[in-house]
């Protein structure tokens, strides 16, 4: 008898470290941010927004977001490939951290940009690419206007959508990416589940649809996924911290149309859920 009353004693405290790790392995985050966009917003350049001020409309020409409150979204609006509309952190990210955002309903086609002429400041050819950034992670203050170049060589990662001429990851791509070292850009293989020194897709989003997109930064690695909107995982992609570009810059996320020489057309984005 005496010996099981120990025992019980003693299993005590290990049922509750159990229940503690558990909870920490479950719940590694203690601070939660969301903004769904329940409330009108009038958006201004620089204007901040959702608990705290976490967030930071950077707007420039025309490039807007429509919020009426009632519909539970922020429509981005981007009218011309010259506009430009994102929403980015106010402040650097933490050392760790999971950015969660709803988007769907995208509606950035190539014949939202068939017609347009041959612009002489941007031998790119914005007639070539249309698309939008889903969810991007930058090594500085991402403040716009800024050309695609400038994006090339600030972003570290970016789950994004790029319909494009040349038929990369077409039709209708969502692109899990990085970039390196060396600032060469790798994309995950949707098909093969590896990564790539090539343009290519992970997913194809469907029209009329949302889905759940994700960054997470652990104390190793960061994680891409992306998940439909009732939370089914569809691509999940892992890479190193000393495999991605300027890994020792403060990190700033971003969503929206980021360029003002490319992409014109528009999505919604439902929610935003910082966790750190």
């Known amino acids: 008898m005496r010996y099981n009353y120990f025992l019980k004693i003693s299993f005590i405290p290990l049922l509750l ?22 409330v009108p917003l009038v958006p201004r350049n620089g204007s901040t927004f959702g ?8 707007l420039d020409q025309n490039g807007t977001f429509v919020i009426d409150g009632k519909s539970k979204f922020a429509w981005e609006r981007s009218d011309s490939y010259k506009d430009s509309a994102i929403i980015r952190s106010t402040k650097p990210l933490p050392k760790r951290y999971k950015i969660s955002i709803v988007v ?10 068939d017609g347009l002429p041959n612009d002489p400041n941007f031998p790119e050819g914005p007639q070539n690419e249309n698309g939008c950034y889903l969810l991007s992670i930058t090594d500085v203050l991402p403040d716009l206007p800024h050309i695609n170049r400038w994006w090339h060589k600030h ?17 209708n ?9 060396d600032n060469t850009l790798v994309t995950y293989d949707g098909d093969k589940r590896i990564w790539q020194k090539e ?16 960054i997470e930064k ?18 999940e992609a892992k890479i190193d911290f000393d495999s991605v570009w300027h890994q020792d810059h403060v990190e700033y996320f971003v969503v929206g149309d980021p360029h003002s020489n490319y992409y014109q057309g528009d999505f919604k984005i439902k929610k935003i859920i910082l966790q750190y």
């Open 155 to 171: 972003r570290k990662l970016v789950i994004d959508v790029d319909n494009n001429t040349g038929g990369s990851g077409m039709p």
């Open 51 to 58: 608990p705290h001020g976490a967030f930071t409309f950077s």
């Open 218 to 235: 652990t104390r190793t690695e960061y994680i891409l996924r992306v998940f439909s909107e009732n939370g089914r995982l569809l691509k």
């Open 199 to 214: 343009w290519l897709s992970a997913i194809h989003y469907q029209e009329n649809t949302f889905y759940k997109v994700e």
């Open 173 to 181: 791509p969502i692109f899990m990416a990085y970039f390196d070292e």
């Open 17 to 38: 470290i159990a229940v503690i790790a558990s909870y920490f392995i479950f719940h590694p985050y203690k601070h939660t941010i969301i903004e769904d966009f329940s």
């Open 104 to 113: 769907g309903d995208i509606d950035y086609g190539l014949d939202k940009i």
